[in-house]
């Protein structure tokens, strides 16, 4: 295998797990509004993602990969809502801990890391294209 193969194909592994980071922050985007229905019931809980390098032997180097999925242990924010079903006996309900702007802002650096390996992959490409135009 040649190193523009590689190149390409450690990008693709690259652009894989942030497609995975992008599902990630998209669920918690979907579920920012979602409470429990009863008291003491927990609001939906968000999710992180977190990476690794992994040795693929095959092409002698690191690719990143995504170790896990886990949840943000963080504390849920509470509101003031006493006719909410959900709410405790002193009128508050617990709401997600996702923040909205920040998963905005997290979904913005996966985009840009995406669109960043994909022009790796275009770059070797044409390089590969032009080597075998020399070629002939």
């Known amino acids: 295998m040649d190193e523009l193969s590689k190149t390409q194909r450690v990008a693709v592994a690259a652009m894989k797990a942030q497609a995975e980071r992008l599902r990630v922050i998209a ?32 092409l002698g180097t690191d690719t990143v990969t995504v170790h896990r999925v886990f949840d943000d242990m963080s504390p849920f ?21 996702v923040n909205p702007l920040i998963e905005v802002m997290d979904m913005r650096e996966a985009q840009r890391s995406y669109e960043a390996n994909m022009t790796v992959i275009g770059a070797a490409r044409e390089m590969s294209k032009r080597t ?5």
């Open 27 to 58: 669920q918690n985007l979907a579920n920012v509004d979602s409470v429990g229905q009863t008291p003491g019931e927990q609001p939906y809980r968000r999710q992180l993602i977190s990476f690794r390098n992994e040795m693929d032997r095959q």
């Open 77 to 97: 924010p509470k509101r003031h809502d006493p006719s909410h079903p959900a709410a405790d006996a002193d009128g508050y309900v617990q709401t997600p801990n």
């Open 132 to 136: 075998l135009e020399l070629i002939r």
